[in-house]
């Protein structure tokens, strides 16, 4: 994938819907072909198997019972085929897009639209896409969401707050994900060892937190600590 930097002018969806003109950084991941073959494969093996035994509850459906249980197979077959046949089609790109007042991610149905200024922490992580990052808890109260890509191996977790003061997280697997990460305010590695905290101070700076063991950025730490508890007084 091109750097997010140097990607063509934003396309119609982005200058629409995500404020694509006014964008410090874009990117946009794509799926991997392999992807929507082998889901069009199992949708196949899926009716191949299926559809005998579909005909079969038809041709005897004056059972007691088998119109029910057919209606009921049936309607779920054909659901959760248009569903994959939609998210083939919706689904197929994660577009994320930055400015200098939001970070918002757009895939298919989904949307987060982050207020930087609501931003608590950025790491970029390893991360697989059989291995979802979010628990089931946090997903079922929409407080936790990955944007999943597979072939892609790093990730951007946002931790951020609502307009309620409920912390979510965010997940993003993107190619250009330190990009992003640095500006949003730090260096990032993709094994996830530097982890940038965001959170206001009471005299309205930054905090900057690195987490990775580096001697030098422990120093500059250091060196940045006293002028800030001298601002605070």
């Known amino acids: 994938m091109p750097d997010a930097r140097t990607l063509p002018g934003p396309d119609e969806y982005e200058r629409h819907y995500m404020d694509g003109d006014r964008a410090l950084l874009r990117a946009r991941q794509r799926q991997s072909r392999w992807v929507p073959l082998t889901a069009l494969a199992f949708m196949g093996v899926a009716v191949a198997v299926s559809l005998p035994s579909l005909l079969w509850m038809w041709a005897h459906r004056d059972l007691?019972?088998?119109?029910?249980?057919?209606?009921?197979?049936?309607?779920?077959?054909?659901l959760n085929n248009v569903a994959l046949l939609l998210s083939l089609l919706?689904?197929?790109?994660?577009?994320?897009?930055?400015?200098?007042?939001?970070?918002?991610?757009?895939?298919?149905?989904?949307?987060?639209?982050?207020?930087?200024?609501?931003?608590?922490?950025?790491?970029?992580?390893?991360?697989?896409?059989?291995?979802p990052q979010h628990t089931l808890k946090g997903a079922l109260l929409r407080r936790e969401r990955s944007y999943l890509t597979p072939g892609v191996t790093r990730a951007l977790r946002v931790e951020w707050r609502d307009d309620r003061g409920r912390l979510r997280k965010t997940w993003v697997q993107f190619d250009d994900a330190p990009a992003f990460a640095q500006a949003l305010g730090g260096s990032a590695t993709p094994q996830g060892h530097v982890r940038v905290a965001l959170d206001a101070l009471t005299d309205g700076h930054t905090a900057r937190e690195?987490?990775?063991?580096?001697?030098?950025?422990?120093?500059?730490?250091?060196?940045?600590?006293?002028?800030?508890?001298?601002r605070g007084r």
């Open 64 to 78: 007691p019972g088998m119109a029910l249980v057919l209606t009921v197979l049936a309607s779920w077959f054909a």
């Open 90 to 131: 919706t689904d197929h790109i994660t577009r994320v897009v930055l400015t200098a007042t939001h970070l918002n991610v757009h895939r298919g149905l989904w949307i987060d639209e982050i207020p930087r200024a609501n931003i608590v922490s950025v790491t970029v992580e390893s991360s697989r896409w059989w291995r």
């Open 210 to 230: 690195d987490l990775g063991a580096a001697t030098d950025a422990h120093e500059d730490l250091d060196a940045l600590a006293p002028a800030a508890r001298s």
